[in-house]
């Protein structure tokens, strides 16, 4: 066995509950205010649902490109392939790697920063406190993923027991109060859909995607699943379908209790949501919960984000230093360490409400678009048998998808789209010198 080779131990029920421990996190009880204030009215369902249907066409690039290529490192081996792996796909590949050591930390952080947020509901915190709290969580985290994949993998399913617990008991605590049908009944109260409820989606969508990204962390992994052709695309779909109807079902039992202009002030809106319901100690026991699993989140997210320098160090696109694996545990622990250290700095410093905008914004052009632009270019020149998964009425879906994102990345803001076509250009810059010194494509000289 190869000194950088990782081992196939994932199993479908391990992935899907990697991905689904990533996908809600702290993000849906932050946002579920937000994305209220910015719809403001009963019609905020939509926007969740709306997040959802750009979920689940994404996932159709994201399957077809996993199924073919399950590697480690996800989108670095697929815009490699996508775009030439000796041509313009080593460009769009380590500008995807530039992005993700800084994006991914982003990601880390965000949740980190989360956690302490909500964590102030059971005790009062400075600011100081709240950053040293974001941090600490970082570090624990990292303490936690440093061993072998199966133990991970053993770890990730007892969390998302007590992510399924939490959700569980919201939706079970609205149902119980005997008006969950109601935000239903009003959904459509004072709708219109014109020119203005589109544009008021678009900027909410920005806040429910957020809460959706993490359904392809399985393709991070791809080295490590067992049966991949199946398996990927398969936990994808599972863990957007499974994600959707408990986010969806929570929304509407907390505004069944809480009404949504109610709802959309509130700071800590699901333990505000509990103290009505069942009193003081009940909110502070699933506040708890929350906290908990926004810690899976945070979890989930670095193991995948780790395998990526990681790849592209293994396939000589990084520095060396990344591919090195514990010499036991198996695990690209200094991709892991890099990345730690990097998101417990950001945890100190940013805010939350920033971060989601500018990891939206950072990894849109980057991953999102350019990989479903380079699968259309890719089926049109590889045959069909070398696609496990293909997606219905191709290219349809890869279209929609690049449609969607695009909309996204507007209403992220201009300071948020300037940020990221800054890190693109620096990106681009620091690649073209290493290819100049490297002899790489565009520079490559042909024997």
Known sequence: MSETSLQRRLSLLQATA????????????????????????????????????????????????????????????????????????????????????????????SAAIGFASYFSYLVPLS????????????????????????????????????????????????????????????????????????????????????????????CHLGEEIINPSRNIPRSMFMSIAGIAVLYLAMNISVVSVVPWHQAKDSQFVISDFMQQL?????????????????????????????????????????FKVFAKLHPTGRFPYVSLLVLGCIAFVFSLLFKLSDVISAILAMRILIQFISQAFGLILLRRKRAASEFPYKMPLFPLPAVLAIIMWAGILVSTGQKMVLGGLIAIATGTVVYFIKAKVNKEWPFKINS
């Open 18 to 109: 990697i991905n689904m421990t990533d996908m809600v996190g702290i993000g849906p009880f932050i946002t579920l205010p937000m994305v209220i204030g910015m719809m403001n009215g009963p019609y905020f369902l939509y926007a969740w649902l709306a997040g959802a249907v750009l979920s689940m066409v994404d996932a159709m690039v994201w399957s077809e490109l996993g199924a073919a290529f399950p590697r480690a490192g996800g989108s670095y081996n697929f815009l490699k392939e996508t775009y030439g792996k000796d041509k313009g796909g080593r460009f769009m590949s380590f500008l995807f790697v530039w992005q993700t050591m800084i994006q991914a930390p982003l990601v880390i952080a």
């Open 127 to 218: 600011n100081i406190q709240s950053k040293l709290i974001s941090g600490g969580v970082v570090i624990g985290i990292i303490a936690l993923l440093y061993r072998k994949i199966e133990d991970i993998g053993k770890i990730s399913v007892l969390l998302w027991g007590a992510v399924l617990l939490t959700m569980f008991w919201i939706i079970g605590g609205g149902i119980a109060h005997g008006n969950f049908m109601e935000p239903i009944k009003h959904i459509n109260d004072g709708l219109n859909v014109n020119y203005g409820f589109v544009t008021l989606i678009g900027f909410a969508s920005v806040k429910s995607v957020y809460s959706y990204l993490g359904y392809y962390n399985v």
């Open 278 to 318: 069942a009193g003081h100690t009940a909110a502070k026991i699933v506040t708890c919960l929350i906290l908990l699993v926004a810690f899976a989140s945070v979890f989930s997210a670095t193991l995948g984000y780790s395998r990526i320098p990681y790849a592209a160090a293994a396939d000589g696109a990084f």
